[in-house]
């Protein structure tokens, strides 16, 4: 607290004093009185809403399809074999794909939706692939040995043991998918944060594009805490 409070402080003094354009880099107060004079008529929570509604969303298929997808990969050998190779566009640069994904989906939500989720979909399925197939080999034999079955063995050793990093990906997933959803609203929105910015850079109102820095900040740091608590809850033992 001391120290965010006394950068806070040494902005404002710099910006007061002119030892930084306070054009460019605004000051606190400016961003305060941005933030205000947007809220009067609600346009800021609405740019809020719209980004953390398509980083909830996106957040969530990433979650359920990544964890599918490695489960039927754990499952099939056949499957993850001929499909493995092909997990090697999980290296290509996604921001690249964003905008052909535009134009084949329109400027809507679903296009930003789908760009944020390409961003980490394919780094979730291999990250929790290469966890199960790490799990411990002698448990699983002694499940077999005790006359499980391969169902047996997901339910009571393959998920339960990959709690972990099952965790620790979402961590890393709420971030890139809040990385997915502003390249998307750069590209195609007329409304988010990433619109925000994007428009105050072009109208010169430097305020409007750190105040979205800001609140995307914020947004990012609250989400964290979110998957933090959700960590201690499934992780108590």
């Known amino acids: 607290l001391i120290l965010f409070l006394g950068f806070v402080g040494l902005w404002e003094f710099s910006a007061d004093k002119g030892i930084i354009n306070a054009f460019i880099f605004s000051s606190p107060v400016r961003l305060y009185q941005t933030f205000i ?6 346009v800021i929570f609405m740019h809020i809403w719209v980004t953390l509604y398509e980083t909830i969303v996106a957040f969530a298929i990433i979650t359920v399809v990544g964890i599918i997808f490695a489960i039927l990969l754990w499952c099939f050998k056949g499957l ?25 989906l329109g400027t809507n939500t679903k296009a930003i939706i789908i760009t944020a989720v390409s961003v980490a979909i394919f780094g979730m399925i291999i990250n929790l692939y290469t966890g199960f197939l790490g799990i411990d080999k002698e448990k699983i034999t002694l499940i077999r040995t005790l006359g499980g079955n391969k169902w047996h063995i997901l339910c009571k050793l393959i998920i339960p043991g990959s709690k972990k990093i099952i965790i620790s990906n979402m961590k890393v997933n709420i971030g890139l998918c809040l990385v997915g959803v502003i390249i998307g609203e750069f590209l195609a929105a007329k ?7 994007i428009y105050g850079s072009q109208v010169f109102k430097m305020s409007y594009v750190v105040l979205g820095i800001v609140i995307l900040c914020i947004i990012s740091t609250i989400l964290f805490a979110i998957i933090n608590i959700i960590q201690k809850l499934f992780l108590k033992d």
């Open 80 to 104: 993850s074999d001929c499909l493995e190779p092909f997990m090697v566009v999980n290296g290509l640069p996604k921001s690249a794909l964003a905008p052909m994904l535009i134009v084949w």
């Open 37 to 42: 004079d947007l809220a009067k008529d609600g």
């Open 191 to 197: 409304k988010g944060l990433g619109y925000l910015i």
